[in-house]
């Protein structure tokens, strides 16, 4: 059960102190995966990635993880990193379906690309 008005109260089924793998629970929120897939790319991906947001879309059960960019010449970036994307979202987020790189210029366009495979630029 958990207190909100009295936290020491609380039995949470997690315990930090006790993980063996040095887990927090900020590791299981969205910010704490999101925060882990920024960091676990080198410094290039990494710059590249700044300038853009994330979101998880859910439409009747097909998750897709979209990575917003702020221009074209970003989205054609990481789209070439495509691989090290799938591999790292894959590694983080188990039930997604599709992921997708995408820009806004005269509504929403993006490229989708299935988590299960690689079709070599498809």
Known sequence: ??????PDKDELPFDEANDPFGRTLEDFTLTGKLRRFHESFDSS????????LFRISDE?????????CPNE?????????????RN?????????????FCIEKDGLQCHVLSMKSYRGGA
Not at 1 to 6: Q, W
Not at 73 to 85: D, F, I, M, N, T
Not at 90 to 100: E, F, I, P
């Open 1 to 6: 059960m958990v207190y909100p008005f009295d």
């Open 45 to 52: 991906i990494r710059a590249i990635l700044q300038d853009c």
């Open 60 to 68: 009747g059960g097909i998750l897709t993880f979209q990575i917003l």
């Open 73 to 85: 010449a970003v989205q054609k970036r990481l789209y070439v990193k495509r691989e090290k994307v």
């Open 88 to 100: 790292t979202l894959n590694w983080l987020w188990r039930d997604l379906d599709y992921y997708a």
